[in-house]
């Protein structure tokens, strides 16, 4: 009997979810080339992939943008089936107590310090203004904003974010590498910000999560493993390769 039930399980588990709907929690910011929100649109890199895999797996994916605060409240409550992108680290004590299963990693991403170009070689002590976007966390630094040492800023937007530093009203911005990159390419201002890889920066993987579909997330992960070549063709289409 014991071994019966075993097998079932092992059946259940490999079988693939039933195509049908699903609401995915996205964040209500603009991140391109990664992710964006505008004008009512979800779009990006994130939109591609995900709307790839409904497709191939026969299912329709319908976005829910919120501000990213409010995204894990609604998340961990259950309200939106899936949440894209996530972290097992990111906002624990929201998630305390849930049962959240991660898909493989989709992108690995590289939060780091930009600065100007004049400043590429400062170290670590000459920064004592950092900006970040309202909602992420500069995780790499949190022990010196602690301490007092870095005052940190936020900023609504990437845009304001990368004009703040270009203006040196910060002495550095602390974001993803690949949206900072894009925000300085559509201002013409290319090579104006560098990343500074001698402070404090942070490589992170990007998930789809969920707390009601294990099974969805598994046929992701085989889904990522059946069409690799799609996967890295949409990177390099967006520049995150």
């Not at 950092?130 to 301490?147: E, N, P, Q």
């Amino acid at each position: 009997m014991r071994m019966l039930v075993a097998a079932a399980c092992i059946v259940a588990a490999i079988q693939p979810a039933w195509a049908g709907s699903y609401v995915v929690g996205v964040e209500e910011t603009q991140y391109f080339p990664q992710y964006t929100y505008e004008n009512g649109q979800y779009g990006g890199f994130a939109r591609d992939l995900l709307d790839a895999f409904a497709a191939d797996r026969g299912h329709l994916f319908t976005y829910k943008a919120l501000p990213v605060v409010r995204l894990f409240g609604e998340f961990a409550a259950g309200t939106v089936d899936l949440k894209y992108p996530d972290n097992a680290q990111w906002s624990p004590d929201v998630k305390a107590g849930k049962t959240i299963l991660y898909s493989d990693p989709v992108v690995t991403n590289i939060d780091g310090v930009n600065i100007l170009a004049a400043n590429k070689d400062a170290p670590v002590d000459a920064i004592r203004t950092l900006g970040t976007v309202k909602g992420f966390t500069a995780w790499s630094w949190a022990d010196r904003v602690k301490a007092g040492q870095v005052q940190l800023t936020e900023n609504n937007t990437f845009n304001g974010l990368v004009q703040q530093a270009l203006a040196g009203r910060i002495d550095g911005a602390y974001a993803s590498l690949s949206v900072v990159a894009y925000q300085l390419k559509t201002m013409n201002k290319e090579g104006a910000l560098v990343f500074a890889p001698q402070l404090p920066h942070q490589k992170s993987d990007y998930h789809l999560s969920s707390l009601k579909h294990p099974l969805l997330i598994a046929e992701f992960n085989q889904w990522l493993r059946d069409k690799a070549a799609t996967v890295v063709a949409l990177k390099r289409k967006y520049g995150i390769d």
